[in-house]
């Protein structure tokens, strides 16, 4: 072999171990690349794979903490339950498992084959069965399937205040009411179990993460008359035929809430079996045209102006035509004095009053007494209810609103008006929750009682108060007089707004006031919705159930009858104040 043969040889021999060089080299990148993207840019997310695969995760929700009344009462606690799981790979046989499970849970026996045979390391069967069907499974011992204890929320009281409460769900959060507002309060924090699973498949475990409970939550409500509230209320709309009411009962000095209850209702223990129309708070969540209760802020805006008490108005004989509509009074009217207006509910005669305090005057003292605003109860789904801006009113609106049309609330707003005219023109925001509190009982967090602003003077409530007691007196609110307590209020008959128009047939019918007169304690509002002819008036339907409220509501408080509050009267300015004071330093 020549020299050249020998060269190119060589040279061919330098090219193919540069291949194979390149080549190798090429692979060898391609590896650590390939390393690089599965222990380094994606070593997480395998981690999470082989986690995945090897563990199961199952949270622990914590023990909510219960909800008391004002007096420790338990409205809403937790009770210990069982959820039962099946960890396939250590179930030994599966049809006598499938068998057993499905008699005692009442689970279709396919289903639960299904179960045992997938491939995870843990599965929920059925969730906070009771502790005699957790007995009948634990005594079987069957393999690959576990107990979990959970926490149950309970409410003992069924019915009673449930949407003051609302409810929670499976996965133990709180839905409506104070269950969903203080949420995070009340749920602490959830743990976890962990199942692990070898390279056979095999469960072992499971560890826990503990759960931390959650604090407690005091109410201001009274469970005895919010029991009263409702039956009360459940008693008048079964004889009127409303289809929905409300009730609410407040401390005039600090702004509690004593009762509030809303009518349909729902079993917060069996929610998952109503419609969820039920669960909505209609004191809170549902404005209507007030009526002629609203004539006392019509009344407190003319008042504030200087009104003449002893000026006679004519009330035209019970009508008047208002840019091109006729309004009329419940029966004719001549000349009335502004106290007789309030005593008879003479809508003619609001109006006149309204008009001559003027728009500007009256959309203030709207707004001054809260309406058009949250009252700022810590309640979800709160409504503002509807005032129209002053520069919208039409030429007749002034005349309107007089007497409660073109304006919409809610009952809470009307109750805590009537309790600041209680309560010597004071405006406060409701409180609903008194404190938060450990399990133990220590108090973590204080919900002080808050004044909102004055809404009128001093002698204007005064003024209001005293024409409030002549409606019961010797007005339409005559069924709202007691035999025990002296109480003053006025009466509401609106007209439902059906299909954009005025309904002649369908009313929401109200009461508002407070007692007792001379030494008030409590304002309550009741509003009953569609009542039909003939018994739809707010003086026949509501003020009955405002007297049976007052009277169960003040002898759960230890007020004096009427006899001891005349007498003690000439001493209930001074010592309003100081309930104020005492009230407002918590």
Not at 237 to 247: I, P, T
Not at 369 to 375: A, K, L, N, S
Not at 523 to 535: G, I, K, M, T
């Amino acid at each position: 072999m020549n020299e050249t043969s020998v060269r190119e040889k060589e040279a061919i021999n330098r090219k193919r171990i540069l291949i194979v060089g390149g080549l190798f080299a090429i692979w060898a990148v391609v590896i650590a690349g390939r390393l690089v993207n599965l222990q380094v840019l994606q070593h997480e997310k395998y981690c999470r794979k082989a986690i995945s695969q090897q563990e199961r995760t199952m949270v622990i929700p914590a023990a909510r903490g219960s909800i008391l009344d004002r007096n420790g009462k338990l409205l809403a606690v937790c009770r210990k339950a069982d959820t039962v799981y099946i960890a396939p790979a250590d179930v030994t046989n599966v049809y006598h498992t499938a068998r057993a499970l499905s008699d005692i849970l009442g689970l279709e026996r396919q289903s639960v084959i299904k179960t045992c045979r997938r491939n995870r390391a843990a599965i929920f069967v059925k969730r906070m069965v009771p502790a005699d069907v957790a007995d009948r499974i634990r005594s079987l011992n069957l393999a690959g399937v576990g107990l979990k204890p959970e926490n149950d929320r309970y409410y003992p009281q069924g019915q009673l205040a449930c949407h003051v409460l609302g409810f929670t769900d499976l996965v133990n959060k709180g839905n409506y009411g104070v269950e969903q507002e203080f949420n995070k309060i009340i749920a602490g924090n959830d743990g976890s179990w962990f199942f692990h699973r070898d390279a056979l498949g095999r469960s072992y475990g499971p560890a826990e993460r503990p759960a931390t409970a959650g604090s407690d939550l005091v109410l201001t409500i009274d469970e005895v008359i919010q029991y009263h509230t409702e039956r009360a209320l459940e008693t008048a709309m079964e004889e009127s035929n409303a289809a929905s009411g409300s009730v609410v009962v407040m401390d005039i000095w600090s702004g509690d809430i004593l009762a509030m209850a809303s009518r349909p209702g729902f079993d917060p223990n069996n929610y998952g079996s109503y419609e969820l129309d039920r669960m909505s708070n209609l004191a809170v969540t549902r404005i209507y045209e007030p009526g002629s209760t609203f004539k006392l802020i019509t009344m407190a805006a003319a008042l504030e102006a200087g009104l003449d008490l002893e000026r006679k108005i004519d009330c035209g004989h019970g009508r008047l035509k208002v840019g091109g509509r006729w309004i009329h009074d419940h029966r004719p009217f001549g000349d009335l004095t502004p106290a007789e207006i309030i005593a008879h509910s003479s809508n003619v005669g609001a109006m006149k009053i309204g008009m001559t305090a003027g728009s500007e005057r009256l959309h203030r003292m709207i707004t001054s007494f809260g309406f058009g605003q949250q009252t700022g109860i810590r309640l979800p789904g709160e409504e503002k209810g509807l005032v129209k801006p002053l520069e919208s009113w039409s030429g007749r609106t002034c005349a309107t609103i007089s007497f409660g049309q073109e304006v919409s609330v809610t009952p809470l707003q009307l109750c805590r008006a009537v309790a600041a005219i209680a309560a010597d023109g004071v405006l406060r925001v409701p409180r609903l929750v008194m404190r938060v509190q450990d399990r133990e009982g220590e108090e973590i967090r204080r919900f002080k009682p808050q004044t909102a602003n004055r809404a009128v003077s001093e002698r204007t409530a005064a003024v209001l108060r005293e024409m409030m007691a002549g409606v019961v007196e010797i007005g339409t609110g005559g069924r709202a007089a007691s035999d025990h307590y002296q109480t003053a209020g006025k009466t509401g008959t609106a007209q439902m707004i059906v299909d954009g128009k005025y309904s002649d047939s369908r009313f929401v019918a109200s009461f508002a006031g407070f007692a007792p007169y001379h030494r008030p304690r409590i304002a309550v509002v009741v509003v009953l919705s569609d009542v039909r002819r003939p018994n739809y008036q707010g003086g026949q339907v509501a003020a009955p159930v405002f007297r049976e409220v007052v009277d169960a509501a003040l002898r759960r408080l230890a007020v004096p009858s009427s006899l001891d509050e005349v007498l003690l009267a000439e001493y209930s300015r001074p010592q309003s104040r100081e309930r104020t004071e005492r009230a407002e330093a918590g």
